[in-house]
């Protein structure tokens, strides 16, 4: 299913879901131009309902270790973003968004 149609015409969408089917979703974060999903990630903290997240290292190493207080767990669940429902294949701060993306982090084992 395509979820980009529900999306406003200048925002991006976050979605965060956990193992138990449980899903925050953020609707409302405006997009700027060139903006990476860790841009995405900090502008959400401005919501009042912000979910806490910890990130290590910059630019191309950013990596996301922990999100909504669940922490990677290595060799088993870790938090992996897919960005229109594909797998992301570079680090949240190098990967940019367009206009209307939606980002949905899952705790799930890497495949």
Known sequence: AFENKTVAADKVHLIIEHENGFE????????????????????????PQATPFKVRGTGALTFLYELDSVANQGAANNWI???????????????????????????????
């Open 24 to 47: 925050k979703h953020y609707t409302q974060i405006k997009y700027r131009s060139g903006m990476t999903v860790l841009q995405m990630m900090q502008q959400m903290q401005k919501h």
């Open 81 to 111: 973003y897919y960005v229109n429902g594909k797998r992301a294949t570079e680090g949240i701060g190098t990967r940019n968004l367009r206009i209307r993306d939606i980002v949905r982090w899952k705790f799930e084992a890497y495949e």
